[in-house]
């Protein structure tokens, strides 16, 4: 079999930040695979909703301990503030939440949108107070998607928004705000990066050699101690973010720096038997069979005959579902796609595990905070996916 893979893998397992093509209607939104649904056991703990105009519901896979935890808001108020304030008045969402907009239409189309898990975009959610109003405000790269939900360029087209919680402290959340406000004061110093699979401390800058080193430069750009920009792609930004959640910025030390978790170092850097403990950009898929108490065999099947296969081929078909840029870089990475099959139907072997990781670069992916919940991993839970459908 073969075991080299070309460095365009890593684009594929990043390239998403921002919004999709303009979708078809689609009468029940969340009617997907079970693999793109959360695992049961990686669901957060939550009350009821406080709000009348938030109702909650549950959708399950056919087979499987997975499936969704729906917020069910009302049509019309999405991409307009009143969806989010009538999410903090639910309760439901909380500071240091990640929002990540989720693409239903991309399930049964290609296996570069089935390794996303539909995944587009990342971003963070404060509840914030402004006069007699409480609700959700975003904080994201680009930053001028940061708002209350309402951004046209991007929660314009959005139909659901997959809900994830960290795991914070009170200290941690205040701590996230004053950041966030900061960051807000001054947008200016901010700027997106278009290139996902060149992470910051791969882009040849002598102060910034390891990821670590892109939380320390968003710390300081944001306290004015540094020259702006701070130029990432959205879930960059975000992990970089929660990387200060034990730092005040009115008293800011480096020592304070904490990654959330490590980013990934392969496409299968954990999970898969042997190798180190953590979870690789194309594993979560594999993580959510795994959670959901999917058979070996079951799992494998699924993998190879639906995760990692495109389903759709005619660019008609696609051109409703899936933005023109994706489409592209999963083209590009077919071949890419057709190895990974391959390791999961040939018994996922640990060599060709060892030589996917050496093709890629440490990197974080807007579906890496999903995988690491499917995994159980570092703290983080789901909460619940949002759609727009009373």
Request: charged residues 20%; contains cysteine.
């Amino acid at each position: 079999m073969k075991t080299t893979i070309t460095a365009t893998v890593l684009a594929l397992a990043i390239s998403a930040c921002g919004s999709s093509a303009q979708q078809p209607a689609k009468t029940d939104i969340l009617d997907v695979s079970a693999f793109l649904m959360p695992p049961r056991q990686s669901w957060a703990k939550i009350p009821g909703s406080r709000d009348p105009n938030v109702t909650i519901s549950e959708r399950t896979a056919s087979s499987g301990d997975m499936g969704f935890r729906v917020l069910h808001l009302r049509a019309a108020v999405k991409a307009k503030k009143q969806a989010a304030i009538d999410l903090a008045q639910s309760g439901l969402v909380e500071t240091g939440d990640i929002l990540l907009s989720f693409r239903p239409l991309w399930d049964r189309t290609l296996a570069y949108a089935h390794m996303q898990l539909g995944i587009s975009h990342s971003a963070m959610a404060f509840i914030v107070s402004q006069g007699n109003d409480r609700f959700v405000m975003t904080l994201e790269s680009p930053i001028s998607y940061s708002s209350p939900l309402n951004a046209p360029e991007h929660y314009a087209d959005l139909d659901s928004i997959h809900i994830l919680r960290p795991a914070l402290t009170d200290g941690q959340k205040t701590n996230l705000e004053k950041w966030a406000r900061l960051v807000l004061s001054h947008p200016g110093r901010f700027s997106f990066f278009s290139d996902y699979g060149l992470p910051m401390y791969k882009r040849g800058r002598p102060d910034i050699t390891s990821p670590r080193d892109e939380i320390l430069h968003l710390a300081k750009v944001a306290t004015g101690t540094a020259s702006p920009p701070f130029e990432s792609y959205c879930s960059e930004f975000v992990w970089s973010l929660l990387g200060l959640r034990d730092c005040d910025p009115q008293s800011f030390d480096a020592a304070c720096i904490s990654p959330a978790f490590n980013t990934g170092g392969g496409m299968m850097s954990g999970i898969v038997a042997g190798l180190k403990n953590d979870a690789g950009l194309a594993q979560g898929p594999e993580a959510a069979l795994i959670g959901g108490k999917i058979t070996a065999s079951d799992k494998t099947r699924t993998l190879t005959q639906s995760v990692f296969v495109d389903i759709m081929s005619d660019p008609s078909e696609l051109e409703g579902r899936m933005s023109a840029g994706h489409r592209k870089v999963a083209e590009d990475n077919r071949e890419n796609m057709t190895i990974l099959n391959g390791f999961y139907a040939g018994g996922e072997a640990e060599p060709v595990a060892q030589a996917i990781n050496r093709t890629v670069f440490e990197n974080v992916s807007p579906t890496s905070f999903l995988t690491r919940s499917n995994a159980g991993m570092d703290g983080f839970h789901y909460v619940g996916t949002v759609v727009f459908d009373r």
